[in-house]
């Protein structure tokens, strides 16, 4: 028997020990004539809160992802060998979390590996860099597409942008 049906046994459980109590007396009064057992009430509050709580830990939604384990995850994937897991685990990432530039700079990485994936692998990089717009290193991995894709204009530009970020003097290519 799972948690979820349990809490929600036990919410049944505490909802049923709360009528029972707050009608106590009530029912003390219709039976025997006076307002007996006192503290009936405030013990059917506590059961009442009780059930309440159970209640919404039964109907509780699973959490969401953590967005580091899951580029934790694909990491782990793409070192096995299975690019692909990776790509499409990485694209979950990013529909659950459009902001993690890091997705889209690992899913560019991964695609950069295959060659018919360069424009994939270009989208990927300038959105990440849309996204964190101060980080070098992204110049650098899309100045790298462009230059495998032939565009040295764009390429240059993308290295002497990543230069200006780190402080250094122009970047070169590296063979």
Same mark, same amino acid.
């Given at each position: 028997?799972? &948690?979820?049906?349990?809490? *929600? ?10 009528? %029972? ?6 029912? $003390? @009064?219709?039976?025997? =004539?006076?307002?007996?057992?006192? =503290?009936?009430?405030? /013990? ?12 919404? %830990?039964?109907? *509780? ?8 384990? /899951?580029?934790? *995850? ?8 299975? =690019? ?10 990013? @529909? ?8 889209? !700079? &690992?899913? #560019?990485?991964?695609?950069? @590996?295959?060659?018919? !994936? ?10 990440? /860099? ?8 992204? &110049?650098?991995? @899309?100045?790298? %597409?462009? $230059? ?6 764009? $390429? ?10 780190? #402080?250094? =003097?122009?970047?070169? %290519?590296?063979?």
């Amino acid at each position: 028997m799972g &948690y979820r049906s349990r809490a *929600r046994q036990w919410s049944r459980t505490a909802f049923a020990m709360a009528v %029972v109590f707050g009608t106590l007396p009530l029912a $003390s @009064r219709i039976f025997l =004539g006076g307002w007996g057992f006192d =503290g009936a009430a405030e /013990i059917g509050c506590l059961c009442l809160i009780a059930a309440v709580y159970f209640h919404i %830990v039964s109907r *509780r939604f699973p959490a969401v992802p953590d967005p580091a384990t /899951i580029l934790e *995850r694909a990491g782990e994937r793409a070192s096995s060998g299975r =690019g692909d897991r990776a790509i499409a685990l990485l694209t979950e990432g990013i @529909r659950l979390s459009p902001q993690l530039w890091q997705a889209f !700079q &690992y899913r #560019g990485e991964l695609y950069l @590996r295959e060659e018919d !994936q360069m424009d994939a692998a270009l989208q990927d990089f300038s959105e990440a /860099i849309r996204l964190a717009p101060r980080e070098p290193h992204l &110049y650098v991995l @899309r100045a790298r %597409v462009y $230059s495998l894709l032939g565009d040295e204009s764009s $390429s240059r530009s993308d290295y002497a942008k990543a230069a200006e970020l780190t #402080g250094e =003097g122009p970047l070169t %290519v590296e063979q």
